[in-house]
């Protein structure tokens, strides 16, 4: 019973090990390859760390200065609605705090149920410290931000190759490019409602780069630390901000 029970202790730490030190992220597949368990359980262990670590990132607020952007994943459908207003289109948040010499320092990337103020509001007071000094493009949700009691820059930028050029929002144009980039090359699919898990997984190995090996333990003593998660509760959509 104990053998067992340190073989199962076992896989788990090299699966925290692999899920922390891959730079691009590791699909389950890789992870049912690499373990040596089945494929179901693959996808368990590596939601379940994904939640653990979009639990512990939501715990704490971005300070300072942060540039903000709004953000899609997902193509457009045949036959349906284009642009923003696309249904296979999941909406994200994506904020990247620096520091005075405009180096990126932490970042924040959070699913959201759509691009309204009452929604960037309650996105803002959860991931924003009062007074952090913002700012965004010309979008009119982003005037939530306001609301949360930050104080808020909107910059009309026209989009395209202006709004890329803008040093303003550098870091998080380059961190959007970066994650949007590793998620195409490590995961044949991703399904939308579980966006949040995929981007928390980012957030964490970003914030926590400085220090890697260190990144092994502090995972598992999370997790242990983390409410259990059992698959019905996987399985259900993990959208952090909603409107009110």
Same mark, same amino acid.
């Given at each position: 019973m104990g053998c067992v029970f340190g073989r199962e202790l076992a896989t788990w730490f090299l699966g925290i090990y692999l899920v922390t030190q891959n730079k691009a992220g590791i699909s389950c597949l890789t992870l049912h390859r690499q373990l040596g368990i089945s494929y179901n359980a693959a996808l368990r262990m590596k939601h379940k760390l994904m939640q653990v670590m979009m639990e512990r990132d939501n715990s704490w607020q971005l300070s300072g200065f942060v540039q903000i952007d709004d953000a899609y994943w997902g193509g457009e459908r045949h036959g349906g609605r284009r642009g923003r207003g696309s249904e296979n289109k999941a909406p994200f948040v994506a904020a990247v705090q620096t520091d005075a010499d405009n180096h990126p320092i932490y970042m924040k990337f =959070?699913?959201?149920? =759509?691009?309204?103020?009452? /929604?960037?509001? #309650?996105? $803002?007071?959860? $991931?924003?410290?009062?007074?952090?000094?913002?700012?965004?493009?010309?979008? +009119?949700?982003? @005037?939530?931000? #306001?609301?949360?009691?930050c104080q808020?820059? $909107?910059?009309?930028? &026209? &989009?395209?190759?202006? +709004? %890329? #050029?803008?040093?303003?929002?550098?870091?998080? =144009? *380059? %961190?959007? &490019?970066?994650?949007? /980039?590793?998620? *195409?090359?490590?995961?044949?699919?991703?399904? !939308?409602?579980?966006? &949040?898990?995929?981007?928390? #997984?980012?957030?964490?190995?970003? =914030? @926590? @780069?400085?220090? %890697? !090996? +260190? %990144?092994?333990? @502090?995972?598992?003593?999370?997790a242990v630390n983390t409410a259990p998660m059992p698959d019905r509760l996987l399985k259900l959509p993990d959208v952090q901000w909603k409107p009110g």
């Open positions: =959070n699913a959201v149920d =759509n691009f309204r103020r009452k /929604t960037i509001q #309650e996105w $803002a007071e959860h $991931a924003l410290k009062k007074g952090v000094r913002a700012v965004s493009d010309g979008l +009119s949700c982003f @005037r939530g931000i #306001e609301d949360a009691g808020h820059t $909107a910059i009309i930028t &026209g &989009g395209g190759h202006a +709004s %890329m #050029e803008n040093e303003l929002f550098t870091w998080v =144009n *380059t %961190m959007l &490019g970066n994650v949007k /980039t590793a998620i *195409t090359g490590t995961y044949h699919k991703l399904d !939308p409602k579980h966006l &949040g898990r995929y981007l928390s #997984e980012f957030n964490y190995r970003f =914030n @926590r @780069r400085f220090d %890697m !090996p +260190s %990144m092994i333990s @502090r995972l598992g003593r999370a």
